[in-house]
């Protein structure tokens, strides 16, 4: 812009600037690779990803949220995308491949729409109406569930861990996430910081345990000591079990040997005092979340106490919530109502090292899964498995609604909003009709990575519902079945915000038509003689001051 023949300048000429359709299109393709990216893990014959770390350790998933995170994507419109499947892992635990594919296939679907003529402020009216119809037809086609239908519950865990975990193993590990979930179950909610994970590399899977109780990575400080304890009584201990030293230096005139025996007598004799408060509460188990000096361990164990230290403050928490006791800070204070309880205190140790378990905690409200396995990628990929498990329960039990899965809900819903469609005037009833689209792309990647043909699995899915809106895809065979018969079933909050996640993400992706990149500053060269590798020790480089 000039006036007077003098420029006026508006933006930085530092900064990259796009704008208009070439910005959007730039953004849509870039959030479209987000999706192509995680496209072919979805469904139970999903592909797996190996991502390799900077220091060469290697994760293998098939977890959406896991691979986007790993990957540091750098693109601001595909970080959106990522963003997507974050906010999916925390508000529902599972569904994130799902919410990134039907956000990428908006965004696919609009770019189509735009290029035909329709302003991208019609598509995004379009989407928000369609997103609300669509949580609408969703909410109408579940069906109730709660804590008594338990079989229902395992199949809504088995669904989650399906193409995560071994298929000879899926029974069982939904088991024990279902138990896990109910036990902590308090007021229809359930807290999932209370389900303790241990893994435990070298085991077999079919070891894998539920346990009503809490482990620990701590063993009793006695290599002798009896690996169990028949109905504990434990005691809590949050201070130090050892000589307290003075705050500031102190001297202690000693002139015979006989004073330097009292002295150690008497020191002796202070931690003795505070064993016998422990035994004379009617402990026999300890944990010290400090310093326990030997002398105190050894004297506790030879009167047959458990005693262990440093335990984690973490820990100590869930020992409250397990056991029922309360930690103790003044060890004089102790009494047999705050100690806890268990059935059993069990160890499993090699030399100093290993696991002590608390079983059969009565009204625990932590409990503990043991995740063995015989490698460590067995292991982490089986606990990501059970961490999706959990929370699809969690979800089912808390909004006490499921919907069919294998793309059942997904095509029910499409067929529903191309009937509401018709009903909206303007382009916006085209934006309807390819949020319904976008949707079907879910069940149609499904039918992909199981090898199937994709047109005839989407028409025939579309015949079925004609009689059957729970009619979903079973990957098998390539046929149209009952999902809710076969035990396909997913939690409603996945689906719901799935759709809340995928359609702002396109909406916010398509209202931008200008960016505006700040180039990155490089740091200035500096001179030899001042850089770090040259330095001696602390001496600063010799600068001439007379000149």
Not at 54 to 73: E, K, V, W, Y
Not at 103 to 113: C, I, N, R, Y
Not at 234 to 243: F, G, N, V, Y
Request: glycine content about 8%; charged content about 30%.
């Amino acid at each position: 812009m000039e006036r007077s023949g003098q420029p006026i300048i508006i933006v930085d000429p530092r900064k990259e600037r796009t704008k208009g359709r070439e910005a959007l299109s730039m953004n849509i393709a870039a959030a479209k690779a987000v999706a192509s990216i995680v496209r072919s893990t979805l469904g139970p014959r999903g592909m797996d990803k190996m991502l390799i770390n900077p220091i060469g350790d290697i994760t293998i998933t098939n977890d959406g949220a896991t691979i986007l995170h790993d990957m540091s994507i750098e693109h601001p419109a595909a970080k959106m995308v990522v963003e997507v499947a974050e906010s999916l892992e925390s508000s529902a635990g599972d569904g994130t491949t799902s919410a990134v594919v039907l956000t990428g296939s908006l965004l696919e679907k609009a770019e189509s729409l735009i290029e035909s003529g329709v302003h991208p402020t019609a598509v995004i009216k379009g989407y928000r109406l369609a997103a609300e119809k669509a949580i609408e037809l969703f909410d109408n086609m579940a069906i109730p569930v709660d804590e008594s239908k338990k079989d229902l519950l395992i199949e809504v865990a088995r669904t989650s861990i399906t193409g995560k975990a071994s298929e000879k193993y899926k029974r069982m590990i939904a088991e024990l996430c279902v138990n896990a979930a109910l036990a902590i179950r308090e007021r229809g909610i359930i807290d999932l910081k209370d389900v303790i994970i241990a893994k435990d590399v070298g085991g077999k899977i079919e070891e894998t345990e539920f346990v009503e109780g809490i482990v620990i990575d701590k063993v009793a400080l006695d290599r002798e000591f009896p690996l169990k304890i028949e109905n504990p009584k434990i005691a809590l201990i949050d201070t130090s079990m050892e000589i307290a030293k003075t705050a500031n230096k102190a001297k202690i005139q000693i002139n015979t040997y006989s004073d330097i025996e009292n002295f150690v007598k008497q020191e002796e004799e202070s931690l003795y005092e505070m064993a016998d408060h422990i035994i004379q509460a009617g402990a026999n188990a300890v944990f010290c979340s400090k310093g326990m000096d030997d002398k105190v361990a050894a004297y506790l164990q030879n009167r047959g106490v458990y005693a262990t230290r440093r335990v984690k403050n973490e820990d100590m928490q869930h020992l409250v919530d397990a056991t029922g006791g309360k930690p103790v800070r003044n060890i004089k204070e102790l009494t047999e109502k705050e100690l806890g309880h268990a059935g059993l205190l069990e160890q499993v140790r090699d030399g100093d090292q290993g696991k002590t378990y608390l079983r059969d905690c009565k009204g625990a409200k932590s409990v503990s899964i043991v995740i063995r396995g015989a490698t460590e990628h067995v292991v982490d990929n089986l606990e990501r498995a059970i961490d999706d498990a959990l929370w699809v329960v969690k979800c089912a039990v808390e909004d006490g609604k499921v919907v069919a899965g294998g793309g059942a809900s997904e095509v029910e819903v499409a067929l529903g909003l191309r009937a509401y469609a018709s009903s909206i005037g303007g382009r916006e009833q085209m934006a309807v009709k390819a949020f319904a689209d976008a949707l079907e792309e879910i069940p149609r990647t499904i039918a992909r990575n199981a090898g199937l043909d994709t047109i005839n699995a989407i028409i025939n899915l579309r015949a079925k519902h004609a009689e059957n809106k729970n009619a979903g895809l079973n990957v098998n065979t390539g046929a149209a079945e009952d999902m809710l018969e076969k035990g396909i079933i997913d939690p409603l909050r996945v689906k719901i915000n799935a759709v809340k996640a995928g359609s702002e993400a396109a909406e916010m992706v398509l209202r931008v038509d200008d960016m505006l990149r700040a180039q990155r500053s490089e740091m200035p060269e500096v001179k030899p003689e001042h850089r770090a590798s040259t330095y001696d020790g602390m001496t600063p480089p010799q600068i001439d001051m007379r000149r």
